[in-house]
């Protein structure tokens, strides 16, 4: 079986490269320094909580494969949303994070795209620990998905989100559905959360 490499890690590799580059910059920021007169001195401190992101070396590399070849080759079972808004087509390829031998994660990322090349994405994973939950970057709101708690963190203003993300588990897998600002409103994206049905 032979799969093309996949562009990029998972999102959560992605988001923890970008979390490292992000608190070196505060902490170059932070640093002590001459304070002029008549300024005030401020400190400040970033926390990051349940942040456990596996390492490149932890987990095999992506691969862009057709779904039904990731829903063979993985060793978890995932469901597809029954409804999607109208005009997103489900792309041909996912991408997958087959098993490897140091790692039991694994993981498959699903797109959606409309003719305006707006994207709705559904990562489903196994064994992912604790998982990165980072703050300050938006709001954060715990809701329900079929009666399971989930989080609906808003990045950006709540009134005018640059994006929104859901994450719920569901028989031992975790979800994460995402969608730009603008292309669902939090409730579409918790109906279409609810319409993946086991």
């Not at 897998?173 to 279409?192: F, Q």
Request: glycine share 8%; net charge negative; hydrophobic share 45%.
């Amino acid at each position: 079986m032979s799969y093309r490499r996949s562009s990029g890690w998972p999102l959560v590799i992605r988001l923890g490269a970008a979390l490292g580059a992000v608190l070196v910059m505060f902490a170059s920021a932070c640093a002590p320094q001459a304070v002029p007169s008549g300024w005030v001195p401020i400190e400040a401190t970033l926390s990051v909580e349940h942040l456990a992101v596996p390492t490149r070396a932890e987990i095999a590399e992506p691969v862009l494969i057709p779904l039904a070849d990731a829903r063979d080759h993985l060793p978890f079972a995932f469901e597809l949303p029954a409804w999607t808004p109208e005009g997103f087509a489900l792309q041909g390829e996912v991408e997958a994070v087959l098993p490897a031998d140091s790692s039991s994660y694994a993981s498959v990322l699903l797109t959606w795209q409309n003719a305006e090349e707006e994207m709705i994405t559904l990562q489903a994973s196994v064994n992912a620990g604790a998982g990165s939950q980072l703050t300050g970057a938006g709001t954060v709101e715990q809701v329900q998905v079929n009666g399971q708690p989930a989080t609906l963190t808003r990045l950006g203003l709540k009134s005018a989100p640059r994006r929104l993300s859901l994450s719920w588990g569901q028989d031992g897998v975790t979800y994460t559905l995402t969608a730009e600002g603008g292309v669902l409103s939090a409730e579409e994206l918790i109906g279409m959360a609810e319409s993946i049905q086991p």
